[in-house]
C-alpha cells in the first residue's frame, strides 16, 4: 500500500551553484558523492591530488596532496558511501575508506566547525595496470571493483586482497568508460 505522499513525487533540478571549491590547482577530471547519505563529494585532479568536501557547506574537510603520481582520471564510491576508489595515470589503482567520524574523534585532518570530520584514509594501492586508467567502478555489493583504460581491458579485483580476478578483452582501443549493473551481474564498457 502506498501513501498519497508516496505518490506524489516531483522531481527536482538544482537551480544555482550551492558552493565553490578552489583547493585544487590543476583541472578537475573526477568526481562522487560518498558518505553516508552521499554526505561527501570526493574531487580528483589533473595534479594527482585528492579532496573531500561536505555536500551541504561545500568546505574542503580533507586535501591529499599527493594520492597519485600523476592526474586521477577517475572516483568511484561504493552505495554504502564508505569505499572510494581511484583511477589515474601510469595505471595506479587506489582503494580508500571513507569515515564520518563520530565527534568524539579528536585526530581528524580538515573540517570546519560547522562540517563533519571525515576521516579519508588509504587502503592500499593496487598496480597491475601497465597504461592510464580512465574508470573505475565498486560492484554494488562491494567485495569487488573494476578498472579499465589504454590497456584495452577491463579488470575486475577483489576488494579485500588487490589481486585481479579476472579480465575481460575485446575492446581495439582504449577503454574510457566502464561499470557494473545495478544487480552486479553484468559489465558495460566503452571506448
Known sequence: ASSILEDFQCFVLPNRPRAVSTVHSCSVDALCFAGQNE???VVGSADGSLSVHDVESGTC???EEKSHKA???DVASSR?????VSGGSHGQIRLWSVETARADVSAVRGGGADSPPVLFAPVRSVGSCRDDIYAVHVHPHESHFLAAGCDTCVRIFSRDSGEEVRDY??????VTCAQFSPSGSMVASGG
Open 80 to 84: 554504502s558511501g564508505k569505499l572510494v
Open 71 to 73: 592526474r586521477v582520471w
Open 61 to 63: 574537510l580533507h586535501f
Open 39 to 41: 554526505s561527501l563529494i
Open 169 to 174: 578483452r575485446g575492446h581495439s582501443m582504449a
